[in-house]
């Protein structure tokens, strides 16, 4: 898929290299994009973890620099899915590092620069003695400048939902603490979110489902939680939403049933698009959703970027 304007073309992917879970924002003229890279994501990384990619055009991606310095090693070697926010003069880094798929714990760094270097701050966002697996933080200001936080844990009781990852939110009390423990945005529903059956997890054996990488937008007064569902190694992959009147919800993903509306894999043409975010171009006013997707041969998720449309039923790629 291509987007164009005027000028120039994003042509997908829009960086040669491993970026999954990409994150842009814009600092001055400047554009930034934060992701997991392939040492990150498969728990080899020795030195500083994610990768940094900067733009002057938001079309032309050169590599800048890798982002964080590595914390304690007991605390695990995979770090997955950076985002960052800027508050009070600071850059907070928020990411999830572990060991392997099933102990996972969400923390918080924090540099003068949007580049980094990020030092970890020592914070462990979610208590882990109550909630072993927490990935995929994403710090969200409201238009009274409150912050909060949207993350994925895991559940496994089935009152809410299928049992798998789903999504939290929490407002901050501070940029390096939750107040309280949250409430449920979304919980799985769809064959479509499924991970994978007969899943050992937890002792035991699941029909395991996923809802993972939350980005909240808010359009039009209402608030749009998009998320990925499914499984991040296969075509069944994508992106939808749920909507709520308040920051805090309720949410509902209702008419998603058949599948992912705003990115599914397209045979031919994207595999296994996900984890988002959006931003606005340079224009001032189209929306844009960067995510990433597989290669042709599956071997690597690259970031790609397409307009993003707001259609009366929802949000769409254009």
Known sequence: MAVTNAKKTHVNPVYAGY?????VWKVNDTYYAIGTGSADAGGQALGKAFTVLQSPDFYDWQFAANALLRPDPALGNNFWAPEVAYHDGRFYLYYSVGHGDKQHQ?????SNSPQGPYRDLGVTLV???KCPFAIDAHPFQDVDEQWYLFYARDFLDLAGGRAGTALMVAPLE????LAGEGTVVLRAQSDWQRFQRNRSMYGKVWDWHTLEGPFVRRHAGRYYCFYSGGRWESENYGVDYGVANHVLGSYSDAGNEAGPRVLRTIP????GPGHNSIITGPDGET???VYHAWDAGMTMRQMCIDRLVWTPEGPRVG
């Open 106 to 110: 969400l923390r918080v760094a924090a």
């Open 268 to 271: 031919g043409k994207v595999v």
């Open 174 to 177: 501070r940029m390096t603490r």
């Open 19 to 23: 970026m999954a879970d990409p994150f």
């Open 127 to 129: 208590d882990p003695t």
């Open 287 to 289: 929306e844009y959703i």
